[in-house]
């Protein structure tokens, strides 16, 4: 066993590293110093990147800037050579680092997903997903408060400031938030909605402009017997996003707000029926449309997906551009969608009238990359691809799954336009 100078223990096997809140390293419960704003930096590039070489240049770009000193490769070795004392007290000369490693053509963290706060979080997200799924809500709920509870504030708020951090702030904070709300709709299947009222409260008053939320907490004053004060945050969130963002809300909100108008009986809470986490009304994140001139037409996943990991390998979701073409002159095979590598692509399938992307014209042997805001032509009929505000492709497959696992359904063509942005 090759063993550093704590305690006789194995390499790394006492160390913590945190970056959901304050970076912080501990070793067998001790904090370890971590030194200065460029070290810490430093250290937060390599667990961003852990278990990924990040080229030396590369980190000297990040940690400088377009204009580095003359002396920044020698800092950054001297940065590198403090951790590895730091991280392996008891190295010897004439063995490999293990942890802070040299691999050209820089330098990678070798950090097991356990000692990460945030593989730890992403491991208890996997597991509810899992639980809900196969009908064990109570569980899937304790999971994923626990999986929130490892937050200890911002993500890496100690170098909020930095250029590198703002991408990787942004995507760890949407993927806090979609966790929130994937708790609050499994407490919202086991019947807590009276429970919830004030939580989600203080959530949609935080972040007004998060329609899910505001979809949950409409449905929790709705179950709670207070139907007027539903409508209420219907038509309170409605102002706010025509007067800031000058958008309706999108369609799963404006139907929540018609079945609770008409008391539709499919929004009452029912106890649970071992089919696992049922999503109600607007619990399912928007995801990927086309928008069509009158109509939208929401991107719909094949069922089969059900039972194995979204992310795996190519998925094919289903388009049915007929719903949506009053002239029938494309088909139901006009082109093929394709999902892969957090992307969208589309091909043509030999259609008469041909299909086009920005005026590009799209090749059957050819897949073409979709973003948001694309202008595409299918035959005659003109659409826009449209992405949702804070849009995650893994998180929105992964929540589809979910949904898809206790419905026969996801999505259908709408008449009612959805918010766009990105």
């Known amino acids: ?126 597991e509810a997903r899992r639980a809900a799924v196969t009908g064990k809500r109570e569980r899937a709920a304790a999971l994923l408060r626990d999986a929130l509870g490892i937050w200890r504030g911002p993500a890496l708020a100690d170098v909020a400031e930095q250029p590198f951090a703002v991408a990787e702030r942004t995507r760890l904070t949407e993927r806090r938030w979609r966790t929130l709300e994937e708790r ?4 919202l299947a086991l019947g807590r909605h009276a429970d919830l009222v004030g939580e989600l409260e203080a959530l949609a008053a935080e972040h007004p402009l998060r329609e899910r939320l505001c979809g949950q907490l409409m449905l929790a004053l709705y179950r709670s017997g207070r139907q007027a004060e539903a409508s209420e945050v219907y038509y309170r969130t409605r102002q706010r996003l025509v007067d800031e963002l000058g958008m309706e809300p999108g369609g799963d909100l404006q139907k929540l707000l018609k079945e609770i108008l008409t008391q539709a009986p499919g929004l009452n809470w029912v106890p649970a029926d071992g089919k696992g986490l049922q999503t109600e009304g607007p619990t399912l994140p928007p995801g990927p449309v086309f928008r069509f001139d009158g109509a939208t037409l929401a991107i719909t996943l094949p069922k089969s997906l059900v039972g194995r990991p979204s992310r795996d390998g190519t998925i094919r979701p289903d388009l049915d551009l007929t719903a949506v073409d009053p002239q029938k002159t494309v088909s139901r095979r006009h082109a093929e969608l394709a999902y892969r590598d957090d992307a969208m692509f589309i091909r043509d399938l030999t259609s008469v009238n041909g299909t086009t992307v920005n005026g590009r014209r799209v090749r059957p042997d050819e897949w073409s990359p979709l973003k948001h805001g694309d202008r595409l032509t299918f035959g005659t009929v003109s659409a826009e691809f449209i992405l949702p505000e804070g849009f995650v492709w893994r998180d929105w497959l992964d929540a589809t799954v979910l949904a898809e696992a206790a419905a026969p359904s996801i999505a259908s063509p709408s008449g009612e336009g959805e918010g766009g942005g990105r």
């Open 1 to 126: 066993m090759v063993q550093n100078g704590r305690a006789g223990t194995k390499v790394g096997e006492d160390l913590e590293f945190r970056i959901l809140g304050p970076l912080e390293v501990s070793a067998a419960g001790k904090m370890l110093p971590l030194g200065g704003a460029k070290q810490r930096a430093l250290l937060s590039i390599l667990l961003i990147n852990a278990n990924r070489v990040v080229a030396s240049d590369r980190l000297i770009e990040l940690l400088w800037g377009d204009e580095p000193p003359d002396t920044a490769h020698n800092a950054l070795q001297v940065y590198v050579s403090q951790f590895r004392k730091l991280l392996e007290p008891g190295h010897r000369q004439d063995a490999p680092y293990q942890i802070l490693v040299s691999q050209p053509p820089g330098y990678a963290l070798r950090v097991e997903a356990s000692r990460l706060d945030l593989g730890r979080f992403e491991h208890l997200v996997e």
């Open 184 to 187: 609050i709709d499994v407490d």
